[in-house]
């Protein structure tokens, strides 16, 4: 319950707002200094809207969060961690397991919140909405290095291309439609490589699967 009260203070304190203050819905925030992924939070509502934020929401000089939205069967995965969350059984029982990230995970619904903290868990819809909110994550930091090398490393660009659609495959990278704008910018590019303009429209393909929720 502190534990809980506290992270409810910092979203207060902070520009990203929580899931409870537009729609019920969830919040995650991640932390492992050194990975390729550091620091971050998530906010999706159960209408598939919501925020990403990297850093500390509170820190000073803080990013701004970007909006995102979520297809239904995300939401759905997502959604379905609920319980575990609500026991406040998240965290393994086993021992010596290696540091995956320190990860929060907050519910809220019918004003009611149910909140936990954990590094590994064995439970198995637990692991896939985190799964699931890893890959969204990975999606967006891949959209912004995919702006970045298309005006300053072009052979860059292909290799993260490459990337993104192995990892689209493996169910690694999800919801290409946060950032449709990086991926169409490509596939307009006249100057851009013809591999490269291909991959990208591979994964605006997928993009225009992916509709949020609501729009279900």
Do not use: W
């Not at 052979?155 to 993260?160: E, I, M, T, Y």
């Not at 596939?187 to 013809?194: G, I, L, P, R, W």
Request: with cysteine; charged share 20%; net charge negative.
């Amino acid at each position: 319950m502190i534990v809980a009260a506290l992270f409810t203070l910092l979203l207060t304190a902070s520009p990203l707002p929580a899931a409870s203050d537009a729609t019920p819905g969830m919040t995650y925030h991640f932390e492992r200094p050194g990975s390729p992924q550091p620091e971050f939070t998530i906010v999706i509502g159960e209408d598939g809207t919501g925020s990403y934020q990297e850093g500390k929401p509170d820190a000073e000089g803080a990013k701004r969060p970007v909006s995102i939205t979520a297809s239904a069967q995300t939401v759905a995965k997502i959604l379905a961690a609920k319980a575990t969350v609500q026991s406040g059984q998240c965290e393994s029982h086993l021992k010596n397991i290696a540091n995956t990230g320190k990860k929060h995970l907050t519910f809220t619904h019918d004003g009611q919140t149910a909140a936990c903290d954990f590094n590994y868990s064995d439970d198995e819809k637990l692991n896939s909405a985190v799964d699931a909110l890893q890959a969204i994550a990975r999606t967006i930091q891949t959209g912004d290095k995919l702006a970045h090398d298309h005006r300053f490393d072009h052979l860059g660009l292909d290799a993260d291309l490459d990337g993104l659609l192995e990892a689209a495959k493996s169910g690694y990278a999800i919801e290409f439609q946060n950032i449709a704008r990086a991926l169409q910018s490509i596939v307009n590019d006249d100057e851009m490589m013809s591999p490269s303009r291909r991959k990208a429209k591979q994964l605006l393909d997928l993009a225009s699967l992916q509709s949020p929720a609501s729009a279900r």
